[in-house]
């Protein structure tokens, strides 16, 4: 059992990181960030503060992998700070490997926050048997346009400020993935919201349980046989959960990586998998049709999978905690998890 953090109240203090790309200390990106850091001292009554190196810009940040991990070794062992955001994804938190004190994080647990490439630290919080948050980033979600959405306040609400048992997790009405350029140009400017389908059951019938792992598909393949790689004993009566970022892999990419969690028995243990909606719905057909295809490669058609989930590369999105025991009830397609997330 991973170790579970303390909820948020009101009035604590959480730190922001940079664990991969710099941007939020870019200059024409600054606003950005500091609209994020807004909503979280307004909409959670919480006291924000930049841990040392996480502004000093894309470029240094990418020069000192060293130093976006001294942020985040310190932010755990800083006793005031309750929680820990990452500001975005990127592409080489994996660089910050060496760096990385995994006593420091299992003696001082506390939420630890992120999607897309945070998927690397969230790894080392698992190594370290800590539960993590596989949801909201500042520039991001924090950071939406006009206000952030009541869908994703509601998953923050309900997962790190409560210790009750978190429960059934609806599909979000409307979603988006529509670019507008992060331009103060655009700050008043709402996304364009498109109605959701909801949750698809691909295959599957029944009710199945089990302890959820996983994040961006891409990313994981970053550490597959690597020490971050999980202990086979962890995949063991999980629930499964993948999703892909903004670069749109191409469908054959899903087969491949998805092939490779079979021939290490990874999904031969698993008891059900999530996946995430595609970013802008694209390979939205084809990606089923590989799931589905490489499930029927090694006769797994009796694994049950959810489909089109909120989570990951998508606005709205709910936050799935490491660990924590999920649920998916195929014959009335719903998802739901079966405890608290935070002491």
Known sequence: MLKKPMRLKCGDTVATISPSWGGAGESDLRWRYEQGVQRLEEVFGLHVVAMPNSLKGAQYLYEHPEARAQDFMAAFQDPTIKAIIANIGGEDSVRLLPY????????????????????????????????????????????????????????????????????????????????????????????????????????GSGVVQGRLIGGCIEVLDFV??????????????????????????????????????????????????????????????????????????????HLPVLYNLNFGHTEPKFILPYGALAEIDCDNSTFSILENAVE
Not at 112 to 136: N, Q, R
Request: include cysteine; charged fraction near 25%; glycine fraction near 4%.
């Open 100 to 203: 990385i004190d995994f006593d420091v994080i299992h003696n001082n647990p506390k939420i630890f926050m992120g999607y897309s490439d945070t998927t690397v630290p969230h790894l080392f919080c698992l190594k370290a048997g800590v539960s993590s948050f596989y949801g909201p980033a500042i520039l991001t979600d924090f950071a939406e346009n006009v206000a952030m959405d009541p869908y994703t306040i509601e998953s923050i609400e309900r997962t790190l400020f409560s210790n009750e048992v978190i429960g059934t997790i609806e599909p979000a009405e409307k979603w988006t993935s529509e670019f507008l350029a992060w331009s103060q140009a655009y700050k008043d400017t709402r996304r364009t919201m498109r109605n959701n389908k909801g949750y698809e059951v691909l295959q």
């Open 224 to 301: 597959n046989g690597t020490e971050l790689w999980p202990d086979k004993e962890m995949w063991k009566d999980s629930i499964l959960f993948f999703e892909t970022s903004e670069e749109k892999p191409k469908p054959n990419n899903v087969r491949y990586w998805l092939r490779n969690y079979a021939l290490q028995g990874i999904l031969q243990q698993a008891n059900g998998i999530i996946f995430g909606k595609p970013q802008d719905e694209k390979y939205y057909e084809e990606y089923k049709a590989e799931i589905l295809k490489v499930l029927k490669e090694y006769q797994l058609e």
